[in-house]
């Protein structure tokens, strides 16, 4: 048996398998605008993050006043992924088991509504969830209205609640916001920074992450 009636899942690194594609979106971003460059551990780092809040620490020497310009530039690289992009194997077995136990998903991005939803519509996943909130409906991890958005929506209160993520910034968000946190090590972050972060648990395979919820995939 679960405690959790609502599990929240973070996006990119923890359902889908986008980190390289992220990352290395960054990294060319950053050369085509022509500043330093950043290294590939730094521009994973951020992953999960606010754009607002990336940019200052993937490209602190840019002029703020292009940073409207490098994010253009960015999600140009970014979308000559994104229809390569996949699901990480036995995410929709994962809901599936979820829902038969009577556990609502949802997820919460640092993604605009616009980049989630191009990506959720393409894979016709958004039967899966039952709601998801993005940065700019709220305000970017790790502040906790996001996943306070979602309690209130639902109905639920912290301690029913779990967020599942693979970043440092998914585990401040959960703490932030009084639930529990379970880290995935597939995503950007390792797991020594994951351990730094103290989250419930950490999920090491989807099998583990469902059994942590609760339920076999």
């Known amino acids: 048996m679960t405690p959790y009636k609502f599990a929240v899942f973070d996006f990119d690194g923890t359902l889908v398998d986008s980190v390289d594609a992220i990352?290395?979106?960054?990294q060319k971003a950053n050369q085509t605008i022509g500043i330093k460059p950043v290294s590939y551990e730094?521009?994973?780092?951020v992953i999960g993050?606010?754009?607002?809040?990336?940019?200052?620490i993937v490209a602190s020497d840019l002029d703020p006043a292009r940073y409207e310009e490098y994010k253009n530039i960015y999600v140009g690289y970014f979308l000559q992924s994104d229809p390569y992009l996949k699901l990480f194997p036995?995410?929709?077995?994962?809901?599936?088991r979820l829902h038969e136990a009577g556990i609502k998903t949802a997820i919460a991005t640092g993604k605009s509504r616009k980049g989630l939803s191009r990506i959720v519509n393409r894979m016709g996943i958004e039967a899966y969830?039952?709601?998801?909130?993005?940065?700019?409906?709220?305000?970017?991890?790790?502040?906790p209205l996001m996943l306070h958005m979602l309690m209130e929506r639902g109905g639920f209160k912290p301690s029913d609640m779990v967020m599942v993520g693979d970043t440092?910034?998914?585990?401040?968000?959960?703490?932030?916001?009084?639930?529990d946190a379970i880290a995935v090590s597939w995503g950007a972050a390792p797991r020594l920074r994951l351990e730094e972060y103290q989250p419930k648990h950490i999920a090491?395979?989807?099998d583990e992450l469902a059994s942590m919820l609760?339920?076999?995939?």
């Open 49 to 56: 993050l606010g754009f607002k809040d990336i940019i200052p």
């Open 23 to 26: 990352a290395k979106g960054i």
């Open 214 to 217: 609760g339920v076999r995939v």
């Open 90 to 96: 036995k995410v929709l077995d994962l809901m599936d």
């Open 204 to 206: 090491n395979t989807m």
């Open 168 to 179: 440092e910034h998914d585990i401040r968000l959960a703490k932030a916001a009084g639930v």
């Open 129 to 143: 969830f039952d709601d998801s909130v993005t940065s700019d409906e709220a305000k970017p991890k790790p502040d």
């Open 42 to 45: 730094t521009a994973k780092s």
